[in-house]
């Protein structure tokens, strides 16, 4: 079973910037699409990018739209969420997820990692 580990949270000030990674381990997949989403204090998870993994075409919620860039590399089946202009209303926890085939939900859930910005 394939197992995501983000890493690169981590505490910044309104304005700054910071890169999530998303790496697999495990047994090698090429899942249709990964994405990020994002926990904040006592709301509901959810979305913030995804991207395809065969042709990179990339989806945002609008609230990142134009601030936060989701990349991969698949040499190191690794995505990367770039994010800038970071507001306090970005802080979570921040999700990787692979979406196996087109049209199926999001799995394989990473263990999270915490973006805090303070204003």
């Known amino acids: 079973q394939v197992q995501l580990v983000e890493s690169g949270g981590g505490l910044v000030q309104a304005g700054g910037s910071l890169r999530l990674s998303c790496a697999a381990s495990g047994r090698t997949f090429r899942s249709y699409a990964r994405g990020w989403f994002r926990q904040p204090p006592g709301k509901e998870r959810e979305f913030v990018a995804s991207i395809t993994w065969s042709g990179g075409n990339t989806y945002y919620a609008d609230s990142v739209k134009g601030r936060f860039t989701i990349s991969r590399d698949n040499a190191k089946n690794t995505v990367y969420l770039q994010m800038n202009s970071l507001k306090p209303e970005d802080t979570a926890v921040y999700y990787c997820?692979?979406?196996?085939?087109?049209?199926?939900?999001?799995?394989?859930w990473g263990q999270g990692t915490q973006v805090t910005v303070s204003s």
């Open positions: 997820a692979a979406q196996p085939k087109i049209h199926q939900d999001f799995g394989s």
